[in-house]
């Protein structure tokens, strides 16, 4: 008695049922719990439960007839309440005829059940609220950038024509603090997106070069207007590429590097870079303020920052490195920081390598020697270890010293080191400029090519301009050939025209899309035209599905790619379409004519392009008429017809821009970035130049950072077509 009356107490009840006998015992427990007479019958017990009940037991008894033994759940209505049991049921033969005998006890569960009930009730309406704050935040998001948009340009406006220092500065104060803000909404939205777990990681191949050159790429202008050295450090063997999300982890490099500058006063920031054969590391060094023990152990809680001083001296939301914690743990990384108060920090990130792919390396360094004249020690020792382990020899010295004979196989120095030690006439040894974040290279001469790399320097980029061909004769001429040119923007056909012309073309048509010149093509002779040159972003049918119908029409008629962006992506679809030769704009007259004739020299992917002649001191960044004087060399004829095409063809612009930045157009706004990136390289209009050339990599590269530069590019736009109006009434 005692123990049925604690099974009872505790909900379990026992029962034995005979298969071939149809029979059912039930201990006095068991039948409470189903609200039963004791001694029922199987049959009986059967017809008091309702379909699904019955569907229920007949289900779990043919289940645990079959194996030894079976576990199920099934609900049964007792005394018109709904209940949940547990059954555990054993499988035995009993008597000479094999009757099969299954024994079980019965667990009333329903309290688990209805707590289950309610728990995932909660969770649902906490995943609810969740995606609400998200959804919110998103909106809210809108309405504040809009506003604060206009906020910075008005500022920048501001800032640009006031008079006064202390006005400048009050204005200065307002752009830095909106920059603030927007930073603050572009985490925030993250981390509610994470939270809720909206935020999904893509799985797509992500080129290792490309993310670490984003990276720099998006962090170098402000480590150099605070003076401090950012250094690249790749080893040897990183992979080609693996699959992963190149957007993420841009974004997680991007907020340590940003990080490491902002605390840095002095001193160099390093991006090492490594890999082995399962795994890829990246280590953000830096010489900044350092941590304390007490300080790191709650580095990655959200809205937590160091200390209070910090906050109010750096800024900041204290977000950025908790979402960097979130997106590495779900690329199944880790994340470690090491740090010494007052020397500074080692923040690592360790992810997986997924499918990744290695290239051969091809290029024999033995006997190369290559001088690095004018850098600082510690990128010095990076560089000259990075090109060693690839087996080159490598010198070092000051810049002064650059032409000290015997001369190398190839000489690195920075374009300012250049320019103070002017190579002595003479001498020959191929020479790569390092130009500063944002600077300009020069004009090649007629005798002599340019190649140039943008610091942060890196060992592949040097590698990559190692060898490359001298080309020391004139421009080509191109006396008999006819050429065809397809741009739909008329100021490029203007410029591209005069210089096929002074380079002595027979013939150039010029068309506006690529369907006017397919028609053109196919009303000739099929060897009528020598060249054809196409713009890549034409509206309609661009460049690229032109070159493909042409091809199938004329195969043997070359086709040249002109392009503002010279993203590999687009270059990779370009070759596959069959063109010869891509052209970066604003192009030089000596690299179309090289295209055109088939004699166009190699050029490093990296170099920037050539067309911009870089300001000099007391130059105006806005528009300068003498640095078109010496680009067009000297003719007015064309200058004039430019600076009327670009002022008649734009002045509504800054209006269409305005209209799209208050509906969050950005296709219409990398259109229109793409459009003046390449008129202001032929302008020499530095200012509009830059800004468009960041709008329109931020856009390419999913958005980064492209609400920074957009008002930067507006306000160039207005000045330089305020300073166009002024020049046509003198």
Not at 375 to 398: A, I
Not at 442 to 458: G, I, Y
Not at 513 to 542: H, K, W
Request: charged share 25%; glycine share 6%.
């Amino acid at each position: 008695m005692m123990l049925e009356e604690v099974a009872h107490l505790s909900g379990v009840g026992g029962f034995q049922v005979r298969l071939q006998a149809r029979t059912l015992e039930m201990t006095p427990a068991c039948a409470r719990l189903l609200a039963l007479e004791p001694g029922l019958g199987l049959r009986t017990v059967l017809r008091r439960l309702d379909a699904e009940t019955r569907r229920q037991v007949t289900l779990a008894v043919r289940q645990a007839s079959r194996k030894m033994h079976s576990r199920t759940r099934i609900s049964i209505c007792c005394d018109g309440a709904k209940r949940w049991f547990q059954v555990d049921m054993a499988k035995s033969e009993a008597g000479a005829e094999g009757d099969v005998m299954l024994q079980g006890c019965l667990i009333d569960i329903t309290h688990c059940v209805v707590r289950e009930s309610e728990l995932a009730a909660a969770a649902a309406s906490a995943r609810q609220a969740a995606s609400s704050a998200g959804n919110l935040l998103s909106a809210l998001s809108h309405e504040v950038r809009t506003p604060l948009g206009s906020i910075l340009g008005l500022a920048r406006i501001g800032e640009q024509e006031s008079a006064g220092r202390s006005i400048q500065a009050l204005f200065t104060r307002i752009e830095k603090s909106g920059k603030y803000l927007l930073e603050v909404v572009d985490k925030i939205l993250d981390y509610s997106a994470l939270k809720a777990e909206r935020m999904v990681l893509e799985s797509t191949t992500v080129r290792t070069s490309e993310v670490i050159d984003r990276c720099v790429d998006l962090v170098a202008e402000r480590a150099q207007s605070k003076r401090i050295s950012l250094i690249l450090n790749e080893a040897p063997g990183l992979p080609d590429t693996f699959i992963g999300d190149g957007l993420r982890l841009t974004q997680i490099l991007i907020n340590l590097l940003g990080n490491a500058i902002k605390f840095t006063d002095m001193g160099h920031v390093t991006l090492h870079v490594i890999s082995d054969a399962d795994t890829i590391r990246f280590d953000i060094e830096d010489t900044g303020i350092g941590l304390t023990p007490r300080q790191i152990s709650k580095l990655f809680e959200p809205f937590t920052q160091a200390e209070t001083c910090t906050a109010r001296r750096y800024g900041g939301s204290g977000l950025g490195l908790a979402i960097c914690k979130h997106l590495v743990n779900a690329m199944d990384g880790f994340i470690d920081v090491s740090s010494t108060p007052g020397q500074g920090s080692r923040f690592s990130v360790v992810l997986p390598l997924r499918q990744p792919v290695w290239s051969p390396v091809n290029q024999d360094a033995t006997g190369t020697v290559i001088r690095l004249a004018g850098f600082p020690e510690l990128e010095t020792r990076h560089l000259t270890d990075q090109l060693r382990q690839r087996g080159y020899t490598v010198e070092s010295t000051r810049g002064e010293d650059a032409y000290v004979l015997p001369l190398p196989d190839c000489l690195v120095i920075p374009q300012r080191a250049a320019r103070a030690h002017p190579q002595p006439a003479g001498l020959r040894v191929q020479t790569i400029l390092a130009l500063d974040h944002g600077e300009m290279p020069p004009d090649p001469a007629d005798d002599e090519p340019v190649f140039c790399v943008e610091a942060p320097l890196r060992a592949r980029h040097i590698i990559a301009t190692i060898g490359a061909p001298y080309n020391c004769h004139r421009p080509p001429r191109m006396h008999d050939l006819r050429v065809l040119v397809a741009d739909d923007c008329a100021m490029n056909r203007l410029i591209v025209e005069d210089m096929l012309q002074r380079a002595g073309a027979q013939e150039v048509k010029l068309f506006e899309s690529g369907a006017d010149a397919i028609c053109e093509v196919v009303t000739r002779d099929p060897n009528y035209f020598a060249a054809a040159i196409l713009d890549i972003q034409m509206p309609g049918m661009d460049g690229i599905e032109t070159a493909t119908q042409l091809r199938n029409i004329a195969p043997q008629l070359p086709v040249i790619a002109l392009s503002g962006e010279s993203d590999p992506v687009i270059q990779a679809r370009a070759h596959d379409a069959g063109m010869i030769a891509f052209l970066t704009k604003p192009v030089t007259d000596k690299a179309l004519v090289s295209a055109v004739i088939g004699d166009a020299p190699e050029r490093p992917r990296e170099t920037a392009p050539s067309g911009l002649e870089p300001a000099r001191q007391g130059e105006s960044q806005i528009f300068d008429i003498r640095r078109m004087q010496r680009r067009f060399k000297e003719h007015d004829g064309l200058i004039r017809k430019l600076l009327a095409t670009f002022r008649t063809r734009h002045r509504d612009t800054p209006a269409r821009l305005r209209s799209a930045i208050a509906s969050d157009d950005w296709k219409t706004i990398g259109q229109i970035a793409h459009t003046l990136k390449g008129m202001a390289g032929h302008l020499q209009a530095i200012e509009l130049y830059l800004s468009a050339q960041k709008v329109s990599s931020a856009i390419r590269h999913q958005g980064l950072a492209a609400h920074q530069y957009v008002d930067t590019m507006q306000t160039a736009l207005e000045r330089l077509i305020r300073t166009l109006d002024e020049l046509a009434t003198t």
